[in-house]
């Protein structure tokens, strides 16, 4: 496939967009591929992480990934989700856009939809909230990367009886986050990851913005054509 790296960053230019999706199914890999690509063809590319991203989101997001949350209220970590992304809008994405950057996620509300509307928080309710954080500011596009939670387990090198143990290192091996303790969102059970996956599927029928699902199975190469023909295919 012949990618013409100028037209579409063009075509991103002051766009804000999203990769999101289950845990191993390789956001943060799609993410510096395409950034790399788009600054190949002189765009001028912002790259950031929800939660964290500023000083105040990383303390935030020490508290929401680094510690067991099983006696955390479901609306108190939703509300700190929102306080995170709120200061990396205000600080980061907002003041990027105005300048007609392109800003690249990781994650961004709809892992908020996803993985606490698995823990029984009404997604719907997730809108209304991110509506308050973050304003008119929404994504112009998000890309859920599918895959289904055993495969993405297998590509973090955890085993899906693992379920509730910490696992130490990230699909590349590396530790999750430098100086931390391992992801209390990818401690959770085989059963919470499947539903997961499908509140990932699902955000279409109610998100604000444009929301594809790319199938996420293969090679990252395979993955990569298939993300970069969905970018040359959408309106935005």
């Not at 008119?136 to 998000?142: E, F, G, H, R, Y």
Request: aromatic share 6%.
């Amino acid at each position: 496939m012949t990618i013409d790296a100028e037209a579409l960053s063009r075509k991103l230019a002051g766009k804000f967009v999203v990769f999101d999706g289950p845990d191993g199914s390789g956001k943060s890999t799609q993410r510096a591929m395409l950034a790399d690509l788009l600054a190949s063809g002189g765009a001028d590319v912002v790259s950031c992480r929800d939660p964290g991203g500023t000083d105040i989101g990383d303390r935030i997001r020490s508290v929401l990934l680094d510690h067991d949350l099983s006696s955390m209220d479901i609306h108190c970590e939703t509300l700190l989700f929102m306080a995170s992304r709120a200061q990396l809008l205000s600080e980061v994405i907002r003041p990027a856009l105005e300048k007609r950057k392109t800003v690249l996620c990781d994650r961004f509300v709809t892992s908020t939809c996803a993985y606490q509307g698995a823990a029984g928080y009404d997604p719907k309710r997730v809108i209304e909230l991110a509506q308050f954080a973050i304003g008119d500011c929404w994504p112009d596009l998000t890309v859920i990367l599918d895959v289904d939670a055993e495969q993405g387990f297998e590509r973090i090198g955890r085993k899906p009886h693992h379920a509730g143990k910490h696992r130490q290192r990230d699909a590349d091996g590396a530790m999750l986050f430098e100086g931390s303790r391992p992801d209390a969102m990818e401690a959770r059970s085989i059963d919470f990851h499947r539903k997961v996956r499908q509140m990932f599927l699902d955000v279409r029928e109610y998100y604000p913005t444009t929301v594809i699902a790319t199938d996420a199975r293969g090679d990252v190469d395979t993955v990569y054509h298939r993300v970069l023909e969905e970018l040359q295919r959408v309106s935005l």
